[in-house]
C-alpha cells in the first residue's frame, strides 16, 4: 500500500484557517487521496476526498500538488468543534482504504 | 436514515473466551469493513467485504479472528480463545461499494479482555 506522512500533531486557535499537510511522494497515479476526521469517542468521518484537483466542500478544501506527491488539508475558520485526528489516506480504485496514525489537531479558544 | 450499527456497544470477557461483534451495516451498502483500535492508536484495517465474499482478508491478525457475513448485510467478527492484546474498540463501516464511495462508521465496540 502506498503510503502517508502527516505530522503527530499541530494547533489552531479558534476561527483562523488550518492547514493540514499530507506527503505521499510514492502515491501511484490511480491512488486517490481521502481525508477522515475522528472526533473524540467517535467514529472517523468523511471530510473529502480528491484525485488531481483541488475540491471543496461544505467541511474543507482539499489543494493537492500539481505532482500529486502531496497535499494539504485546509479547514477554513477553526472551531472548537474540529478538534479531532485527521487522516490522509491513499485508496485506489474501489479498494478498502488503511489508516496511518493522522494528525491529531487542537483548537484554541 | 439509520447509519451503521454495532453490538454490544460495550463487552468484557475473561481470558480465553470466545467473542462475537455484530455489525448492521446501512440498508443498501454492499461493501463492509470491520478495523481494531487500540488506545490512542490509529485503525488498524482487518477485513473487507464486498457482498458476502471476503476478497481482502490480509488485516485479521492471527487465526483467531474470523469474519462473516450473510445475505449480503449483516456482518459477525469473531474471536476465539481472546487474549488481553485483542482489547480494543473494534469498528465496522459500510459504504455504496461503488468507486471512492464515503465510508460510514458505526459506534464501535469496545472489547475487554480480563
Known amino acids: 500500500d502506498a503510503k502517508t506522512t502527516q505530522p503527530n500533531s499541530m494547533e489552531s486557535n479558534e476561527e483562523e484557517p488550518v492547514h493540514l499537510p499530507c506527503n505521499h511522494s510514492?502515491?501511484?497515479?490511480?491512488?486517490?487521496i481521502h481525508w477522515y476526521r475522528q472526533l473524540p469517542s467517535q467514529g472517523p468521518e468523511y471530510v473529502i476526498h480528491g484525485l488531481t484537483s483541488n475540491v471543496n466542500n461544505r467541511m474543507a478544501s482539499l489543494a493537492i500538488a500539481e505532482d500529486r506527491k502531496s497535499s494539504t488539508l485546509i479547514l477554513h475558520r477553526a472551531t472548537l468543534r474540529d478538534a479531532a485526528v485527521y487522516y490522509c489516506?491513499?485508496?485506489?480504485?474501489?479498494?478498502?482504504?488503511?489508516f496511518g496514525a493522522g494528525t491529531r489537531l487542537t483548537v484554541k479558544p | 436514515g439509520a447509519g451503521v450499527s454495532q453490538s454490544p456497544s460495550n463487552k468484557v470477557t475473561e481470558k480465553g473466551k470466545d467473542v462475537e461483534l455484530r455489525c448492521d451495516p446501512i440498508s443498501g451498502h454492499t461493501a463492509l469493513y470491520w478495523y481494531r483500535q487500540s488506545l490512542g492508536q490509529g485503525l488498524e484495517f482487518l477485513i473487507y467485504?464486498?457482498?458476502?465474499?471476503?476478497?481482502?482478508k490480509s488485516g485479521l491478525p492471527s487465526d483467531r479472528f474470523s469474519a462473516e457475513r450473510t445475505g449480503g448485510s449483516v456482518s459477525t467478527l469473531t474471536i476465539q480463545r481472546t487474549q488481553q492484546e485483542d482489547s480494543a474498540v473494534y469498528l465496522c463501516a459500510s459504504s455504496s461499494g461503488l468507486g471512492q464511495d464515503e465510508q460510514y462508521f458505526g459506534p464501535g465496540t469496545r472489547l475487554t479482555v480480563t
Open positions: 467485504f464486498q457482498g458476502n465474499s471476503a476478497p481482502d
Open positions: 489516506i491513499l485508496r485506489e480504485y474501489n479498494n478498502d482504504m488503511r
Open positions: 510514492t502515491i501511484s497515479g490511480t491512488d486517490y
